[in-house]
């Protein structure tokens, strides 16, 4: 079989028509608005409170400075519990807050914090866990909850895979005390950069906003010491162009994704990720498990593609737990995370971007049987 002509690579960006852009940039121009809560920023933020069913909202430049922002509106310290499964701006916004990570295992199935774990690693200096919603897989909310509510610790989420990811109908912004959401280019909803914390409680909107800008209150009065986390009239813009063309990216990658389990189904050692029942899909990626029933690898795998123009990618590998930077954390250990060390071996993300041809998905699947 012919390698593809082009690069497949794992996502690209949703991208709408210039003059779109161009009409909105005419606008801010005339406005001379550039930033700091102007008219589109503003409007961005009601509509992804409706978008997202969540109460309270609050745009940044981008995800990590908002869960930044997220550990100290909750004034965090000491040690936060958190997963080695994820991407490593989850891991290093603590200790960008003075907090020690505690790495806890995932479970087998959702990849996400296995709450089994959990509390044999509480100890006097816990004050919050810090959960990620992986791919769209929402963590066991309620038990993580539960487990908070009895030690009397903070939840924060770290929702960057789960735009518009909901629980029986109820946005996930809306579990535990704050849900950070990205919408860097590579992400289903985008504002090239950037990102926004998802509240409950309408009292912390002014305290984040605080400390998103400097803790500037008025033109005479700093009040607290905040941070740079503005997102921008430009990027708020082309948010407000992408929300009208995100249905259409959801079902045609709804469409690539039931395309994949279609020629995929049946293969010994390849595994699909599936969302359970009663969990609306964020579609931010296709997902496949590789294990040693499979002749070949993860590595093999991604490698071989390679070869055929296909770019997909180990996501996430390594665990953050093997970083240089923690792996001295009595928590990285391999003992007390066995589940995190055999799946970070295991899954690969697939191309997964509306504009991908269900042509291209089928021959994808088809170089996949032929190694």
Not at 89 to 111: G, Q, R, S, Y
Not at 147 to 176: K, S
Not at 348 to 355: D, N, T
Request: with cysteine; charged share 25%; hydrophobic share 40%.
């Amino acid at each position: 079989m012919k390698p593809f002509e082009k690069p497949i690579y794992v996502t690209r960006p949703l991208l709408a028509d210039l003059s779109e852009v161009n009409a909105a940039l005419q606008e801010i121009w005339e406005s001379q608005w550039l930033t700091n809560g102007g008219a589109k920023h503003q409007l961005l933020e009601e509509e992804l409170k409706k978008k997202l069913k969540v109460p309270g909202l609050s745009l940044f430049n981008n995800g990590t400075i908002a869960l930044i922002v997220a550990i100290q509106s909750m004034r965090l310290s000491g040690e936060v519990i958190t997963t080695p499964f994820t991407f490593p701006a989850t891991a290093h916004v603590l200790p960008w807050n003075n907090i020690t990570p505690v790495f806890c295992d995932v479970d087998e199935d959702t990849l996400t914090l296995d709450p089994k774990k959990m509390e044999s690693l509480i100890t006097a200096k816990t004050t919050g866990i810090l959960g990620v919603h992986v791919y769209g897989m929402p963590c066991d909310v309620f038990s993580i909850q539960d487990i908070a509510d009895r030690y009397g610790l903070r939840v924060i989420y770290d929702a960057a895979h789960a735009f518009e990811t909901e629980i029986d109908g109820r946005g996930i912004g809306t579990f535990g005390d704050i849900s950070m959401f990205s919408f860097h280019s590579t992400k289903l909803f985008h504002t090239l950069e950037g990102g926004a914390l998802t509240f409950n409680d309408p009292n912390l909107k002014t305290r984040i906003d605080l400390l998103k800008n400097f803790g500037i209150k008025n033109q005479e009065e700093v009040i607290l010491p905040g941070i740079n986390g503005k997102l921008n009239e430009v990027q708020a813009a082309i948010g407000l162009i992408n929300l009208r063309y995100i249905e259409i990216e959801r079902e045609k990658r709804h469409r690539i994704a039931e395309t994949y389990k279609k020629h995929l189904a049946g293969i010994p050692g390849i595994k699909i990720f599936e969302i359970p029942i009663g969990v609306r899909n964020s579609y931010q990626y296709f997902v496949i498990r590789i294990s040693s029933e499979f002749r070949l690898s993860r590595d093999q795998v991604h490698d071989e593609l390679k070869k055929f123009n296909v770019i997909t990618r180990k996501y996430f590998y390594p665990l953050c737990s093997d970083y240089s930077c923690y792996r001295h954390l009595p928590s990285s250990s391999l003992e007390n995370l066995p589940v995190s060390h055999k799946i970070v071996k295991e899954v690969l993300c697939m191309p997964m971007y509306g504009s991908l041809g269900i042509d291209e998905v089928e021959k994808i699947c088809e170089i996949i049987r032929g190694v």
